[in-house]
Nanobody, 127 residues
Framework: QVQLLESGGGLVQAGDSLRLSCEASGRISSSYVMGWFRQAPGKDRVFVAAIAGSVGNTYYADSEKGRFTISRDNAKNTVYLQLNTLKPEDTAVYYC????????????????????WGQGTQVTVSS
C-alpha cells in the first residue's frame, strides 16, 4: 500500500517562504491526483491545491491562488507545495493526499475523494 510522507514544515515569519514535499513510498501512476489540504487549530481540513494527470493539471483554492504553487516530479513520486508570502493565517498542519483520477474539476476540491493521507507537517507563521 502506498504511504505518503510530508516534510518541509517549520516556524517562519510573515512574508517568508517554505517548500513542502510529499513523497509516495510506492510507485503511483502519473494519472493519479496528488493534493494538499490544511487544518488550522479548531477548524476543518480544507483544500489547498492539487495536481492531476500526466500533463499536470493544477487546481487551487481561491484564497491561495497566486501565493502557493503545486508541482510534481513523477520520477521521484514526489509532489511539492511552494508557499510564498506566508501569513499568520496560513498556520496549520498541511496534509498530502492521493486520489485516483477524478471526473470533474469540483471533485478535486473534496477531501472525501482522496484515499491515502500523510501524517501532516506543521507550518507556523509568526507575525
Amino acid at each position: 500500500q502506498v504511504q505518503l510522507l510530508e516534510s518541509g514544515g517549520g516556524l517562519v515569519q510573515a512574508g517568508d517562504s517554505l517548500r513542502l514535499s510529499c513523497e509516495a513510498s510506492g510507485r503511483i501512476s502519473s494519472s493519479y491526483v496528488m493534493g494538499w489540504f490544511r487544518q488550522a487549530p479548531g477548524k476543518d481540513r480544507v483544500f489547498v491545491a492539487a495536481i492531476a494527470g500526466s500533463v499536470g493539471n493544477t487546481y487551487y483554492a481561491d484564497s491561495e491562488k497566486g501565493r502557493f504553487t503545486i508541482s510534481r516530479d513523477n520520477a521521484k513520486n514526489t509532489v511539492y507545495l511552494q508557499l510564498n508570502t506566508l501569513k499568520p493565517e496560513d498556520t496549520a498542519v498541511y496534509y498530502c493526499a492521493l486520489a485516483p483520477p477524478l471526473a470533474s474539476r469540483r471533485a478535486h476540491y473534496s477531501s472525501g475523494n482522496y484515499r491515502t493521507w500523510g501524517q501532516g507537517t506543521q507550518v507556523t507563521v509568526s507575525s
